[in-house]
């Protein structure tokens, strides 16, 4: 059951409808749902009982792609979509080489894992709240080595490497919210 909530949280992981954070809430929102369709007579009592007597079924992780590194495959995919036509990208016999550094990805990804929980730790903030991202460029040509689009680097959701500007753009629309000045100064030191 999603829908849409003055706080701008929508069912996604990391808020209260996360299911694998809170059971409780995900089995109580499952129950309502099979009594409204037990009520109105679209399941049997016999069926709403067995349903309501089952696991959630969640799994402990959330599934994650196909690619090892997301982010940086993301990276790649903007990057052709700027630089070719669609047609070309769909034809047979592209050859695509990237400047991707295995080994330094792993190590951002080691990096930013290790940091964000010593900051969690340091600062008493409650174990994986704390994201970021990681961009690894090389100094002679400037090609990206490593990039790393959150904690969860095998994560295809949200790009903070990539798509961190929609935040700030966010918080430049909010009235008095400092997070735009200080994104500002980042991007312009």
Not at 63 to 71: E, F, I, L, Q
């Amino acid at each position: 059951m999603r829908g849409d909530r003055a706080d701008g949280a929508d069912g996604q992981e990391g808020t209260e409808d996360d299911p694998r954070r809170h059971a409780r809430r995900a089995c109580e929102r499952r129950s309502l749902v099979l009594q409204e369709l037990a009520r109105h007579g679209r399941l049997s009592q016999e069926r709403y009982v067995v349903a309501k007597g089952r696991p959630l079924g969640v799994v402990s992780k959330a599934p994650t792609g196909t690619s090892p590194y997301p982010a940086f495959m993301a990276l790649v995919h903007r990057q052709l979509r700027r630089d070719y036509h669609e047609t070309d990208l769909r034809s047979e016999g592209l050859r695509v080489f990237t400047t991707l550094d295995p080994r330094v990805q792993q190590a951002a990804e080691r990096t930013l894992k290790k940091r964000a929980a010593r900051l969690e730790k340091t600062r008493r903030i409650p174990k994986d709240r704390l994201e970021g991202a990681v961009v690894v460029a090389g100094v002679e040509n400037g090609e990206v080595q490593a990039l790393v689009g959150g904690r969860d680097a095998r994560f295809e959701g949200f790009n903070r490497a990539l798509d961190a500007d929609e935040i700030a753009a966010l918080a430049t629309d909010a009235e008095g919210d400092g997070i735009a000045d200080f994104w500002h100064r980042v991007k312009n030191p």
